[in-house]
C-alpha cells in the first residue's frame, strides 16, 4: 500500500519567506509526527498529533513554526519569515495509533538562502 | 527525559565480516528501543525494535539487537555485511510511559561496507 508521501521534496526558498511543507499519512493512521534533521545529524521531534490535535508541540523551535491537521489525515507544516538555519529535511511520520511503529515519509529539503 | 548515545559516527567493515554499531540510552520509564536506518535519498526504515518482550531482537535483513538493561544499551549486529548494508544507522529511544511516544534518535552511526 501506499506510504508516508511528502511534498514539495524539495524547496529553494529565500531568508524572511513564508514556506508550507505537506504531509499525507498512511491511511487510517490517527497519530502524525513532525521532525527535523540538520545535516550531519539524527532528526528531532517537532510536533505530534492525535487525529486533529496538536498533543505535543513541545518541539517546535519557536513562534515562526506551526503546524495544522484540520481534518485529521493531512498535515501541512508552516514557517513564517525563513531564516537559514531552518534549512534542514523535515521528515513526517505515521502510526496507527499512539505507542505503536512510526512510519516515516521521504522528507522535504528545504534550503534557505 | 531520554536520550540516546551512538557511540561511533562511522564504521567501516569489510563485506563478509561483522557489523558492531553501539548504542547506549537513558530514559526515565520503561523504554521501547528501535533501530532505523536511512539510504542516501531515501526515507527511514525501521530495522527492528524492543517493545519488553525477548531482550534478543531479531529484525530485517539479518540484523539483531540485544537489549542490556543494566548497561543501558541496546548494540545493533548483523554477523556478515553486505554492500547493500552501506547506510547510516540511527538508535531510538521512545518513553512508553511518556504521551505521544515522541522518538529521540541517536547522531547516527554511518556504516562504510568495503569490497
Known amino acids: 500500500g501506499a506510504g508516508v508521501s511528502q511534498t514539495p521534496s524539495n524547496k529553494v526558498t529565500e531568508k524572511g519567506k513564508y514556506v508550507e511543507l505537506r504531509c499525507d499519512p498512511i491511511?487510517?493512521?490517527?497519530?502524525l509526527y513532525w521532525y527535523r534533521q540538520s545535516l550531519g545529524q539524527g532528526p528531532e521531534f517537532l510536533i505530534y498529533f492525535q487525529g486533529t490535535g496538536a498533543a505535543d508541540d513541545s518541539g517546535l523551535p519557536n513562534d515562526r513554526f506551526f503546524a495544522v491537521r484540520p481534518e485529521g489525515s493531512v498535515s501541512t507544516l508552516k514557517i513564517q519569515r525563513t531564516e537559514r538555519g531552518d534549512s534542514a529535511v523535515y521528515l513526517c511520520?505515521?502510526?496507527?495509533?499512539?505507542?505503536?511503529?512510526?512510519?516515516f515519509g521521504p522528507g522535504t529539503r528545504l534550503l534557505v538562502l | 527525559a531520554q536520550s540516546v548515545t551512538q557511540l561511533d559516527s562511522h564504521v567501516s567493515v569489510s563485506e563478509g565480516t561483522p557489523v558492531l554499531l553501539r548504542c547506549n540510552y537513558s530514559?526515565?520509564?520503561?523504554?521501547?528501543l528501535f533501530w532505523y536506518v536511512q539510504h542516501p535519498n531515501k526515507g527511514l526504515q525501521l530495522l527492528l525494535k524492543?517493545?519488553?518482550?525477548?531482550?534478543l531482537v531479531k529484525g530485517i535483513n539479518g540484523f539483531e539487537a540485544e537489549f542490556k538493561k543494566s548497561e543501558t544499551s541496546f548494540h545493533l549486529t548483523k554477523p556478515s555485511a553486505h554492500m547493500s548494508d552501506a547506510a547510516e544507522y540511527f538508535c531510538v529511544v521512545s518513553d512508553r510511559g511518556a504521551a505521544g511516544n515522541k522518538l529521540t534518535f541517536g547522531g547516527g552511526t554511518r556504516v562504510l561496507v568495503k569490497p
Open positions: 524492543y517493545t519488553s518482550a525477548a531482550t
Open positions: 511520520a505515521s502510526s496507527p495509533g499512539t505507542g505503536e511503529t512510526q512510519y
Open positions: 530514559s526515565s520509564y520503561s523504554p521501547s
Open positions: 491511511s487510517g493512521h490517527t497519530a
